[in-house]
């Protein structure tokens, strides 16, 4: 043990809660060396020469020496293969069933001794040796994965021939599961990688190794922090030879190394990048989708699922702390912002409006009628947002422990006893959220929290956390877990914990409230979080790092499919200078959850506690915000129905434009607009790289040509935003009512927009309305676009820009 740690623990959770944590961490210690399986001695295995190949709908088996692979295309052109037996379900991943095989698919030899698929939007080959290559309709290669190898625990079985068996769990290998296995792929040397889930260091992933385990980082974090909250094995990849998304659909412990390629290296030869996949355990399966950035993540939807569409008034400003401490000073908060005329949607409340901590409770000294501050709340048009911690105070007499006790709902060890960590209530259990029937007990639970007048949760602690001054801060390994019917342990489970906790408080919440949508968001997850809700930074560091780190975590993520999130706007501790805070409100006011929050003990966050200057220029991001609220709206409908994320890289229309795949400090929101945020001390301009065409400064309304760089005016009243020549974009109106912004298109081009109009905070189907802008003898026409022609647009209309 680490006496520094354990000084650490000391200081941060007090002397009592220090001394639990280093009996929880010697504990958990004491479960996994004898409830794991112990350490043998392992053999290596490859597949192994091909030895045959039975065909079937979308592709087919291919048989090897030592183990076997099956391989189907869809007919969306989505790749899936498994080896050892591996196939698409049970996955936490998938929304449900896996795609239909694309029936025109075939399996058919290719040179060499290999065999190869041919579809109509992509080809697979594999090589006589269990290489697995993704190609274009035009031959170009997109990925090359090498034959895979596993080391099992020697004496699981002898090596299987090629034979009828060959490559099953058990022949020529231990039950998947057991062996643990590297998978190493090659991409284009001018290849760029992004995702991984929520990486501080990125968007664009650097040469290095990054750790798949779902981790608190024990205190504020910055950029060269990993692994952080929310990992998932998907690789998002963009070259010049096209895009694709690749995801190795395993929950286990792994750790995926990148390298860049080179192009001209060596002898003249490209060096290829590089990806090495490896896992401590479970299937070796992979999907891989293809085709522009667009119809990457549509694919991914389609395969993941949709993401849920939060509430409209989940795009307005919202403002949390931990430390509010009483009623009477959330209202006073929000006072603050009614008699500055600043916007507020929603307050949240932390930890401390729990009695003693304790998951759906409340402390009725500090809230004695919590449900009438709700209702006085709304009436200010401001909701109340609940955190809710999966640990349960394990006290006989805590009504949630009791009732869990009785359901059986807690995670337990390998003798049966119940697993037990530290978190802020103190000893703590903790509800087995992949059994069916503890998610329909949890999400009941929520019932509580609408009594006390919520309207949405925030799911915090769900890595899941245990404090422990040494080793991991989790469950042991070796817990046991329902796996919804398998059964496993703790190193399959791990991952998904906060995945499946989503699961439970989103059907909770939609059984309790049919008639509206759930607001919910998560610290942790995994792939297919998008379904129940989305997620934020977690404790990013105050600072210019965190600041840059924040907007790192919301590009990334979006390209993993989770298009709802936002940092902790000023950082999670310490004060923030006024002009760092003022940098990071402005680049919230533009990111999908716009939300101030900071730790207990920490400055404020309040945009009138920086000085008058700040607070008004705060006030101007805030209107820019609720001005362009229907925008928002209509950028989360689409997310819904497309996958798209509202903010987008810069090269998401133009992934061949390499200079623009390594632009990390501006983004896209929707396709209209180009935010270039301030990420330095000091700066009063920056440069800002622009795709291909013609943008506007919204500022000055000058014009620039892209592709190229232009240096733009950021005092601090402002951050530079442009918008793209010819774009509709939905905005309210002094009166509060929809109307249409028009930047004029370039001469000889034509321009358009999208609109989906709020239909409230249920399930009403949206309509999506289509715009399209033109310049007719140097005047800008709008028109909306229908099945039958064009009409009018029917809405008030302002034309910026030249000729506007």
Excluded at 514 to 538: K, V
Excluded at 742 to 767: S, Y
Aim: net charge negative; aromatic share 8%.
């Amino acid at each position: 043990m680490d006496g520094r740690e354990l000084l650490r623990s000391m200081k941060v959770f007090g002397s009592v809660r220090g001394w639990r944590t280093v009996r929880s961490a010697w504990r958990q210690h004491r479960t996994d060396a004898w409830g794991l399986p112990p350490r043998r001695a392992e053999r290596a295995r490859v597949p192994g020469p091909a030895t045959g190949a039975e065909a079937a709908p979308g592709g087919g088996t291919i048989r090897f020496a030592r183990s076997s692979l099956r391989i189907s295309v869809s007919a969306g052109g989505t790749v899936f293969w498994g080896w050892d037996g591996a196939e698409p379900l049970p996955s936490y991943a998938l929304a449900g069933e896996a795609p239909d095989p694309d029936p025109r698919a075939s399996l058919e030899p290719d040179t060499d001794g290999g065999w190869r698929i041919v579809s109509e939007r992509v080809t697979v080959a594999v090589s006589r040796h269990g290489a697995v290559e993704v190609r274009t309709p035009g031959g170009v290669t997109l990925r090359r994965d090498l034959p895979p190898r596993w080391w099992e625990p020697a004496g699981a079985g002898e090596p299987g021939g090629g034979g009828e068996e060959a490559g099953e769990p058990g022949a020529g290998g231990a039950a998947v599961g057991e062996a643990r296995w590297v998978q190493r792929s090659e991409v284009p040397a001018d290849a760029r990688f992004f995702g991984l889930g929520g990486r501080s260091a990125g968007p664009r992933l650097r040469d290095g190794s990054y750790r798949l385990w779902n981790t608190d980082p024990k205190g504020s974090f910055g950029p060269g922090d990993d692994p952080l909250y929310l990992t998932m094995p998907v690789q998002f990849v963009v070259s010049d030879a096209g895009t694709h998304l690749a995801f190795h659909d395993n929950s286990w412990d792994g750790r995926v190394t990148l390298a860049e390629g080179e192009e001209g290296a060596g002898s003249g030869h490209d060096r290829p990048g590089t990806s090495e996949v490896r896992m401590a355990g479970g299937p070796l399966r992979c999907w891989v989708v293809v085709g522009t950035p667009a119809r990457v993540l549509h694919g991914w939807a389609a395969l993941t699922g949709a993401p849920a569409l939060p509430p409209d008034w989940a795009l307005g400003p919202q403002h949390a702390r931990w430390g509010f401490g009483s009623a009477r000073e959330v209202r006073r908060i929000v006072a603050g912002y009614r008699e500055r005329g600043l916007p507020l949607s929603a307050v949240h409340l932390d930890i401390d409006h729990y009695d003693g901590h304790r998951v759906f409770t409340v402390d009725r000294e500090r809230f004695p009628d919590l449900p009438g501050l709700a209702e006085e709340l709304r009436e200010q048009g401001v909701r109340l947002v609940s955190i809710v911690d999966p640990a349960v105070k394990a006290e006989p007499g805590n009504a949630v422990y009791d009732s869990g006790r009785a359901a059986g709902a807690f995670v337990r060890d390998a003798r049966g006893e119940e697993v037990h960590g530290v978190v802020w209530p103190g000893d703590c259990a903790y509800p087995d959220f992949t059994d069916p029937a503890v998610r329909e007990w949890w999400g009941d639970l929520y019932e509580e929290r609408l009594r006390q007048g919520f309207a949405g949760v925030w799911h915090d602690m769900n890595e899941p956390v245990s404090f422990a001054p040494f080793g991991d801060t989790t469950l042991p390994r070796s817990a046991r877990h329902a796996l919804d019917g398998r059964g496993g342990d703790h190193r399959e489970a791990h991952n998904v914990y906060g995945l499946t906790m989503a699961r439970a408080g989103y059907e909770g919440l939609r059984r309790l409230r049919p008639d509206e949508r759930p607001f919910l968001f998560s610290r942790s997850g995994w792939a297919g979080l998008q379904r129940y809700g989305g997620t934020w930074s977690g404790d990013v560091s105050t600072g210019w790092p965190g600041l840059r780190a924040s907007l790192a975590l919301v590009l990334g993520l979006g390209l993993c499919g989770v298009p709802y999130s936002g940092p902790d706007v000023g950082g999670f501790d310490g004060s923030p200078t006024p002009e760092l805070f003022l940098r990071w409100y402005q680049l919230g006011a533009w990111l999908p959850l716009f939300r101030t929050h900071a730790a207990i003990g920490a400055g404020r966050r309040e945009p009138w506690e920086f000085g008058p200057e700040v607070l008004e220029h705060a006030r101007v991001a805030l209107a820019e915000r609720e001005r362009l609220r229907p925008y928002f709206t209509t950028l989360a409908r689409l997310a819904r129905m497309t996958g798209a994320p509202y903010v987008r890289p810069l090269w998401w229309g133009v992934p061949e434009d390499r200079v623009l795949r390594d632009c990390e400090d501006a983004f896209l929101l929707g396709d209209a607009l180009l935010v270039a945020p301030v990420l330095t001390r000091g700066a009063d301009r920056r440069a800002v790289r622009l795709p291909r065409g013609r943008w506007y400064d919204t500022a000055t309304g000058q014009a620039y040509e892209g592709p190229g760089q232009v240096l733009l005016d950021a005092p601090l009243s402002r951050v530079p935003v442009l918008a793209r020549a010819g774009a509709v974009i939905p905005v309210r109106d002094e009166e509060g009512g929809l109307a249409l912004e028009v930047w004029a298109p370039a001469a000889g081009r034509t321009g358009g927009g999208l609109v989906v109009r709020d239909t409230g905070d249920g399930w009403e189907p949206a309509e999506i309305e289509r715009y399209q802008s033109r310049l007719v003898d140097g005047r800008v026409v709008v028109e909306r676009v229908t099945d039958e022609g064009v009409e009018e647009a029917g809405l008030p209309v302002r034309v910026r820009g030249a000729g506007g």
